[in-house]
């Protein structure tokens, strides 16, 4: 009795460590839903962000259930890298409640939150900084934020849509002064509606309940008018629709609650792209509020529910698909709790995509998450995947890190009119050629906000947590779930190069390790080619002995 309540103790770890041995190192996992072993502290309330340091924050309830409250938790992934196996952390309340709002990860790592359908958040917005595990309020917006988007701009500046008035207005945040200004209206109603950015940066929506579609384009500052779509996207009662994300070759898709879908197909010159039907939801699905998530081998993951009708907009059960865009075919595939259709309405889930290839899954009022991993005979797309140039260590103690893609191939999961989980940002990941241990870096001070930036040279600032042991490590950049090829990371103290062994001491072991590779470059790292000469030699010999003794704080 006493070994198999042990082995029903253990049985979540094993599962996490040999879902995240598949997930990091490629291996076929899946399509499986794994239950996050540990329960969050407190019932989710909708939103998930991940954060640049690798960690997922999540809004939770503090008060009745339906979303409502100002709490946060955050869930971190353990040694080895599993968000499975990862612990639940408590954070800072925001200073108001909001339930239903606008989320951008800004290019500094800090996090913006506007509105809220309900709660006391309506008007105002504020900003969270996880250094500091502190909440700033900003200046009101200046109109309600309610059903509303946002959309980070190419200087990092924030779109925020307000549903206000005629429903067409909007401001831009700027996160450097922490002050609104107005920004250019849109030409129909954005109420409701799905944002997606294109390969250009600009943004593309569907006005509410209309067949028309517009363009935001940065660089002009202005909404124009693009084609009308062939297909109803919005209902006719709740005026709801789902979400839309970019696709690999450069189209988008949008999802409807209608049941239709529609490709969109960028110009390739001039100001209006064209539309076409897409393949039609099955079994009388749509997606009215329902969220949807780019996996990283190019196929979307997506809840549906039926079709609304006349005092139904929204209905149980909620299916799940994986839908493949280059056969237009939908695969139904199972449940988070089991089974084929959970009985709940699709406005409960949301979808976050994870570096490891995961999508996270949050339902509301549930203390338990869960993670996708889609497996099968497809892994990451090859042409999401990020490259590193170089990595140089600045002045400051940040490293800086240089290549292409680092900004994915998507922005990740998309809900709809309702808080951006976007995750279109660097996340770096380093593992340790010791033990194997996983650590994720801080990056911040991104240059690019945009997605599919092709050849184009990117960069992104990190930082190595003060926990990371100096040693060896394979650095890796993720975007959306799709690693780069590792490179070999020498941590080591700035002032004390010549430890190789990392005992904060030049003498007899570092002296044996030098030796051991003389005449060589040290293998990837360059481990005791002090001098950079691609060779060990007298040179580094000759520095190591210089450094002699305990190495300087």
Not at 258 to 270: E, I, K, M, Q
Not at 271 to 291: E, R, Y
Request: include cysteine.
């Amino acid at each position: 009795m006493i070994a198999s309540r042990a082995i029903q103790h253990l049985a979540p770890l094993l599962v996490a460590l040999a879902a995240t041995s598949a997930a990091l190192g490629g291996g076929t996992l899946g399509p499986t839903w794994y239950s996050i072993a540990a329960l969050s502290p407190a019932a989710s309330g909708g939103a998930m962000l991940l954060l640049s340091d690798g960690t997922v924050m999540c809004k939770v309830q503090t008060g009745p259930a339906g979303g409502l409250g100002n709490g946060w938790v955050r869930l971190r992934p353990n040694a080895q890298g599993s968000y499975i196996a990862g612990t639940w952390s408590t954070l800072a309340s925001m200073g108001q409640t909001r339930y239903y709002f606008s989320s951008q990860v800004l290019k500094d790592g800090r996090v913006y939150v506007a509105g809220g359908e309900y709660g006391t958040g309506l008007a105002n917005a504020e900003v969270y900084n996880p250094l500091t595990n502190a909440w700033t309020p900003t200046p009101a917006p200046g109109g309600n934020v309610s059903d509303a988007n946002s959309e980070m701009l190419p200087d990092g500046r924030v779109l925020q849509a307000l549903v206000a008035g005629t429903l067409r207005s909007n401001v831009i945040y700027n996160p450097v002064t922490n002050l609104y200004s107005p920004g250019p209206s849109c030409l129909g109603i954005h109420n409701e509606s799905a944002w997606v950015k294109l390969r250009d940066s600009s943004i593309l929506m569907v006005d509410r309940h209309a067949f028309t579609s517009e363009r935001y384009r940065p660089t002009t500052n202005t909404w124009t008018a693009d084609a009308n779509v062939p297909v109803a996207l919005y209902d006719d009662f709740g005026f709801e629709t789902g979400g839309a994300v970019l696709l690999p070759d450069g189209r988008a898709i949008h999802l409807g609650a209608t049941g239709n879908t529609a490709y969109y197909t960028p110009p390739l010159s001039g100001n209006v792209g064209s539309w076409v039907a897409g393949p039609s939801l099955p079994a009388g699905q749509g997606t009215p509020d329902a969220p949807l998530a780019m996996m990283h081998n190019g196929k979307i993951l997506c809840a549906t529910a039926p079709i609304p009708v006349s005092g139904a907009v929204f209905s149980t059960p909620t299916s799940f698909y994986e839908l493949d865009t280059n056969t237009n075919s939908f695969t139904q595939v199972g449940a988070p709790t089991g089974g084929f259709t959970v009985n709940e309405v699709s406005y409960a889930w949301t979808f976050l995509c994870l570096p490891d290839g995961g999508v996270m899954c949050a339902r509301l009022d549930s203390t338990q998450y869960w993670i996708y991993y889609t497996g099968g005979g497809l892994g990451p797309l090859a042409a999401g995947k990020p490259t590193i140039s170089s990595v140089t260590r600045e002045a400051s103690g940040a490293y800086r890190l240089l290549g292409t893609q680092f900004n994915g191939i998507s922005q990740g999961a998309s809900y709809g009119d309702d808080w951006q989980m976007n995750t279109n940002y660097p996340i770096v990941r380093l593992t340790s050629a010791l033990n194997a241990n996983v650590h994720y870096c801080r990056t911040f001070d991104w240059s690019s906000t945009g997605v599919q930036t092709g050849s184009a040279r990117v960069s992104t600032l990190m930082t190595v947590p003060s926990s990371v042991p100096y040693g060896v490590y394979s650095l890796f950049v993720t975007a959306n779930g799709i690693a780069s090829d590792p490179r070999p990371f020498l941590y080591a103290r700035p002032n004390c190069a010549a430890d190789i062994d990392f005992d904060g001491l030049v003498g007899g072991g570092d002296l044996a390790l030098l030796l051991a590779g003389w005449l060589t470059n040290g293998g990837p790292a360059g481990l005791g080619d002090l001098d950079g000469s691609g060779l060990i030699d007298g040179g580094d010999l000759a520095l190591m002995l210089g450094s002699w003794g305990v190495c300087p704080p």
